[in-house]
């Protein structure tokens, strides 16, 4: 990611800039041994010069920093802007001592003749602090917006994914609730006419959870309830419903329609008849919800094409680290969910 002027000009932090310059100005002389018990005017001259040496220091390899990130980043560049950098600052320290060490030959300023290599060194170790501050800052600052970039991205990927996943959801009830329909009119049109206005009635009070990623379990039973006096119509006492859940557990959370599916897939795929009853039990047991069904399959062209587990399955892998379980023996059928929290 290049550094445009906004990410430059975001990181332009006059805190680190003034604390570095005073922090300089005042600890070269010291380390040069500038300082005295008698405050002078030679006092005065060398901070001053300390001050002018480290603001055009400051500065000047801050700039060279800026334009080698926006010109030559890291992470596209990391040889080049290395070499660059180096050779940069070098020539640019080499440049501004000798200016400073002209200037002192003229008019004294610091003591320069006194030291001149503790000099070169002590600029040199200036220029590389200054140099690592910045690179050090704009490393970590690069590495937190391409962070937060990762984590935006990732979160509009599930969301957009999760989105999806619930528009499957109203086509599917739709098309299931369309063959029951059907098999109605042509057994009951009565009951037929009765069903299309309760159905009318269940998708009116499913409207408003188009929007949301979870609702209470609550509100889950209550459809579930719904959705199963529409089906008793046609199947009678030959359907049963147990819900064995206490109503402590109501204001916890679920995937909308998550139970709805699973009573439908139960209905859809079992056999359901005098002789053979369909019975589905919901209750709670550690931590999750458990659907269970008395297993009596439908012939094979009834077979499942999986949408609805898979569908439950994707949208709980967004909402919770714990996953769907789906277990089977030769009499049952069952599917447990994890109560979500808030």
Request: proline letters at 3%; one cysteine or more; a neutral charge.
């Amino acid at each position: 990611m290049s550094v445009n002027k906004p990410f430059v000009k975001k990181y332009e932090n006059k805190v680190i800039a003034i604390i570095g310059v005073i922090a300089i100005t005042f600890g070269a002389p010291f380390i040069f041994q500038e300082y005295s018990c008698v405050f002078s005017r030679q006092t005065i001259f060398g901070i001053l010069g300390s001050l002018s040496t480290t603001l055009i220091m400051w500065f000047g390899v801050k700039s060279i920093v800026i334009f080698l990130w926006r010109k030559f980043p890291w992470e596209t560049n990391p040889v080049k802007h290395l070499i660059l950098e180096v050779l940069s600052i070098l020539f640019y320290t080499a440049l501004v001592g000798s200016i400073f060490f002209i200037v002192n030959e003229i008019y004294p300023i610091e003591s320069f003749e006194e030291d001149m290599r503790l000099s070169i060194f002590f600029t040199l170790m200036i220029t590389f602090f200054i140099t690592s501050i910045y690179e050090g800052y704009f490393f970590f600052m690069n590495w937190k917006e391409s962070r937060i970039l990762s984590e935006k991205l990732a979160k509009e990927n599930i969301q957009s994914q999760y989105e999806t996943l619930k528009s499957q959801i109203n086509p599917h009830f739709l098309f299931n609730n369309l063959n029951t329909l059907s098999a109605l009119i042509e057994e009951n049109p009565k009951l037929a006419v009765d069903y299309v206005q309760k159905t009318a009635d269940y998708y009116r009070s499913i409207l408003n959870l188009k929007d949301k990623e979870v609702i209470t379990l609550g509100e889950e039973l209550d459809l579930i309830n719904t959705f199963f006096n529409l089906q008793h119509n046609r199947y009678g006492d030959n359907l049963k419903m147990i819900v064995d859940i206490d109503s402590t557990f109501y204001s916890t959370y679920v995937a909308p329609l998550s139970l709805q599916m699973l009573l439908e897939n139960a209905i859809k795929h079992n056999i359901i008849s005098k002789d053979k009853p369909l019975t589905v039990k919901v209750s709670v047991s550690d931590g999750c919800i458990i659907v269970t069904n008395n297993l009596q399959r439908r012939d094979m062209e009834q077979l499942s094409n999986g949408f609805g587990l898979k569908n439950i399955t994707d949208r709980y892998s967004y909402l919770s680290s714990r996953k769907v379980e789906i277990s089977e023996n030769d009499s049952y059928f069952t599917v447990s969910i994890p109560i979500l929290t808030m």
